[in-house]
Structure formats: C-alpha cells, structure tokens
C-alpha cells in the first residue's frame, strides 16, 4: 500500500528516485502510465489487474478502443536501478511538464506522480482540506 507524499528531483535524464518506503512495496519492476497531468505507477501484480480491467472496460464499450491503445501503447516497464531509481521515457514527457521538482504521492495501489505546482495548487488548499473533512465526515469517519 502506497501512502505519505515526498518531493524529489526529475533530473536531465528522465531519472527520479523513489522514498525507501515506495522501493520496497514496488519491488523491482513497475509499470508508468500517463494519468491527464500526472504519471501513475503501479506494482507488476497491481498493473495486470489494472490491464485487466481497462480490457474489460474496452469489451464492454465504456472504454473506447483509441483510449485503450492510447494507454496501453504509452505504458513503460520500468526497473529501479541500484540507487533506487526509475526511469521515464522521453515519449512519456513529451508535452507534459512534470518540472524539475515533483511530488510522489502514494495513493494506496499506486505511486502518483505529480509535477509539484499543479500538486499544491490542487492539495494544499484550505477547499481541500475542507473537502476531505467533509467527505470523512459522510463516510462516517
């Protein structure tokens, strides 16, 4: 289970590392897929019945098949090197801005990767804050 949020560097090379606590429950291979203005990336385990749902999704007409191609297609196998590292391909940041600073964030069956001015414009508001308390308070929490 992926949680807690931490800032790190994107460098030149498309490499960023990954907090120890996210190493260890990826393991050593994962799979980054490009989420509308962040990355997601999820276990090998986790990906397969992701996978699996977006086919069901894409059988059943909910999800059309240029999307379902689109998904599939820009998803990458990645492998954390010995210095506890990803890297995103080129094609993934293509017209896609991450920065240089960006900001994992767990969210339970996957790493969320944010560039970090959109992350804090989305989350560290008080209408956030505000929101997740309400939310809490209708889930009975």
């Given at each position: 289970?992926?949680?807690?949020?931490?800032?790190?560097?994107?460098?030149?090379?498309?490499?960023?590392?990954?907090?120890?606590?996210?190493?260890?429950?990826?393991?050593?291979?994962?799979?980054?897929?490009?989420?509308?203005?962040?990355?997601?990336?999820?276990?090998?385990?986790t990906y397969a019945q992701v996978s699996s749902d977006w086919e069901a999704h894409r059988k059943s007409g909910t999800l059309d098949a240029v999307s379902f191609r689109k998904l599939t297609s820009e998803t990458q196998r990645v492998k954390i090197d010995g210095a506890g590292r990803i890297t995103i391909n080129k094609s993934l940041l293509e017209g896609f801005s991450l920065?240089?600073?960006?900001?994992?964030?767990g969210a339970l069956s996957?790493?969320?990767?944010?560039?970090?001015?959109?992350?804090?414009?989305?989350?560290?508001?008080?209408?956030?804050?505000?929101?997740?308390?309400?939310?809490l308070d209708r889930m009975g929490f």
């Open positions: 289970m992926f949680v807690g949020q931490y800032e790190h560097t994107l460098d030149d090379k498309g490499r960023v590392v990954l907090p120890p606590d996210f190493r260890e429950e990826l393991g050593q291979r994962g799979y980054v897929v490009r989420l509308g203005e962040r990355l997601g990336l999820w276990d090998e385990a920065g240089q600073t960006v900001v994992l964030s996957r790493i969320e990767i944010w560039p970090r001015s959109i992350y804090t414009t989305l989350h560290d508001t008080a209408e956030a804050s505000a929101n997740v308390s309400a939310a």
